[in-house]
Each structure stands twice: as structure tokens, then as C-alpha cells.
């Protein structure tokens, strides 16, 4: 079974900071790897994936993951922190065989704060 | 209008009452998925449907049952509610076209409360 471990739960930054979130993952097979974003009172957006082509994911809002399977992480990064990106973060897993293929696995989140 | 949209969005109700939520999308997916939130626990899979005719139990499905009107429908019921119920609920839905684990898109939310 594939699991997902967010090193945090809550990180805060000052605005024009780098944003690190950390990610790590246990999976069997080779895993799909997402970072989910929830604003206050919303849904989940997506905000990148790696479904195992280049292992350097640019997604939206200027973030960016990197997969390195030797470390079983996919931590996320942001040059650059804004007061809108103050949010919920996940990281999810999904597996490309098996009986879990096609289900998401979700980290426990991590809370970004954003200070001026 | 959103792809997908969840009805109702607040409810307040009290143990032992029967509850459904539901869900609805416009995006065409076969899959469509239901989670519960809880602070410090990410979201948790209680039940999940691949087509009409297929569902499957999630991680957390006791307490829960689910319904697969139709590709656009899947509901979630909680038969006799209880105060640990109280949580976020989420739909979600996915395509799977192209073979690969696509995006999962997610409704807004309701968030359920049993006193």
C-alpha cells in the first residue's frame, strides 16, 4: 500500500521568502505524485503532478516539485512567497498498477501562513 | 457553472438521523470519488466508483453507503449519524481516457455537523 508524509503541518514564511513544503512517499510500485492546494472555505485545486516524465514539475502560481526516487520525495518550492499563497497544501500519491490503481492517497497537509 | 457541485453545503443535524449528500458533475468522468476532512488527517477515501455499475469501499466506509445514479450522480449517505461524522466532506471526479491516473477535481465542500 502507498503512503504520503507531509514533514509539518504548519510553516510560516515572510512574504519574498523561499517556500518549502516536504513531501515523502512510500510506494511499492512506481507512484504518481501530486501537490493539491486548498484555499479557505474551497475545494481542492490542483497544482502540479508527475506522472513520470520530467522529474523537475512546474505548476501553477509559480511553484514547482522535484521526484527523486532515491530520496522518496517530492518536496514543493516557490522562489518566492505572496500573501495569496497562504493556504492548505497536500500531497496525494497514486500508484500506476494494482488493486489501488487510480486512488489517491493524501498527506496529512501542511498549513502555509504568510506574514508580511 | 462548476464541474462539480455538492448539495448541500452546511448541514447541522442530530445522532441517529438519516443524511445524503450529494453530488453532481458536468465534466463526463467515469470515476467519481467521496472524501471525508479532518484537521490533521488530510482527506481519507470512504467510497469510490469506477463506472455506474461499480463501487467499491474506501479506507473509512463504515457508517457510510453510497448510490451511483448515474455517471453524473453519486451520493453518499450516512444512515444513522453520529457526532464523529462531523467533517468535510468532498466529492470528487476523474477521467481515466487516457489510461494514466489523471487529475481528480473537486467540489467545493459540505461541511456536515451532528450534534
Known amino acids: 500500500a502507498q503512503s504520503v508524509t507531509q514533514l509539518g503541518s504548519h510553516v510560516s514564511v515572510s512574504e519574498g521568502a523561499l517556500v518549502l513544503l516536504r513531501c515523502n512517499y512510500s510506494?511499492?510500485?512506481?507512484?504518481?505524485l501530486f501537490w493539491y492546494v486548498q484555499y479557505p472555505n474551497q475545494g481542492l485545486q490542483l497544482l502540479l503532478k508527475?506522472?513520470?516524465?520530467?522529474?523537475l514539475v512546474k505548476g501553477i502560481n509559480g511553484f514547482e516539485a522535484e521526484f527523486k526516487k532515491s530520496e522518496t520525495s517530492f518536496h514543493l518550492t516557490k522562489p518566492s512567497a505572496h500573501m495569496s499563497d497562504a493556504a492548505e497544501y497536500f500531497c496525494?500519491?497514486?500508484?500506476?498498477?494494482?488493486?489501488?490503481?487510480?486512488?489517491?492517497?493524501f498527506g496529512q497537509g501542511t498549513i502555509l501562513t504568510v506574514h508580511p | 457553472d462548476a464541474d462539480v457541485t455538492q448539495t448541500p453545503r452546511n448541514r447541522i443535524t442530530k445522532t441517529g438521523k438519516r443524511i445524503m449528500l450529494e453530488c453532481s458533475q458536468t465534466?463526463?468522468?467515469?470515476?467519481m470519488y467521496w472524501y471525508r476532512q479532518d484537521p490533521g488527517l488530510g482527506l481519507r477515501l470512504i467510497y469510490y466508483?469506477?463506472?455506474?455499475?461499480?463501487?467499491n469501499k474506501g479506507e473509512i466506509s463504515d457508517g457510510y453507503s453510497v448510490s451511483r445514479q448515474a455517471q453524473a450522480k453519486f451520493s453518499l449517505s450516512l444512515e444513522s449519524a453520529i457526532p464523529n461524522q462531523t467533517a468535510l466532506y468532498f466529492c470528487?471526479?476523474?477521467?481515466?481516457?487516457?489510461?494514466?491516473?489523471?487529475?481528480?477535481?473537486f467540489g467545493p465542500g459540505t461541511r456536515l455537523t451532528v450534534l
Open positions: 496525494a500519491v497514486s500508484v500506476t498498477g494494482g488493486t489501488s490503481y487510480g486512488k489517491l492517497t
Open positions: 510506494s511499492s510500485v512506481p507512484p504518481y
Open positions: 508527475y506522472t513520470s516524465a520530467a522529474t
Open positions: 465534466k463526463g468522468h467515469d470515476r
Open positions: 470528487a471526479t476523474s477521467d481515466f481516457t487516457s489510461g494514466v491516473t489523471d487529475t481528480q477535481y
Open positions: 466508483s469506477f463506472d455506474v455499475k461499480d463501487i
